[in-house]
């Protein structure tokens, strides 16, 4: 199993070096994704920002590699939502239950500061993920209008 934590800004380069190589196999280092953000680089700044609105959860292995993580932040695009972010593990750790386990943790700490909703944003390129936003209770939903990385295809919501 693994541990977590909230993000601090030594684990940046790592959560960083995570996303991207993910974002690479799924052949997703394209613009308008999370690849080319300059903020990928910085996320502890931005989740430690407002922490009653948004929080990273940083995964570590028993020898206190981190492994992954997810996030969670306000969804602007609709009233009293969350966005579920950046849920991404190292190739060694997939299929071991541990996103599911990260979506988990996330829906646990929307709800508990006060969210209705959850929404997420995805590609049909992450298959797997989609099944397992699926599994969870994500519904499909529209495009909404206020969508950033534009490169995304697939969107969903949960009730909390």
């Known amino acids: 199993m693994f541990t977590y934590r909230k993000i601090e800004p030594a684990d940046n380069k790592a959560l960083a ?13 394209i613009p308008n994704t999370v690849y080319f953000d300059p903020e990928l680089d910085r996320l ?20 206190g590699e981190i492994i992954g993580g997810v996030g969670v932040a306000e969804f602007e695009g609709l009233e009293n939502c969350a966005e579920l972010q950046k849920l991404y593990l190292v190739s060694t750790e997939r299929g071991k239950g541990y996103g599911k386990a990260l979506e988990q943790l996330a829906e646990s700490w929307a709800r508990s500061a006060g969210y209705k909703k959850l929404y997420l944003e995805t590609h049909t390129n992450l298959d797997t993920a989609i ?25 969903f919501i949960m009730d909390l």
Request: aromatic share 16%; proline share 3%.
């Open 17 to 29: 070096k995570i996303i991207r190589r993910n974002l690479e196999f799924y052949h997703l280092d």
């Open 44 to 63: 502890s700044d931005f989740y430690t920002a407002d922490p009653q609105k948004r929080v990273y959860f940083t995964a570590l292995d028993e020898s």
């Open 131 to 155: 099944k397992l936003y699926e599994r969870m209770g994500f519904e499909q939903i529209e495009k909404p209008a206020s969508v950033v990385h534009s490169s995304m295809n697939r969107f």
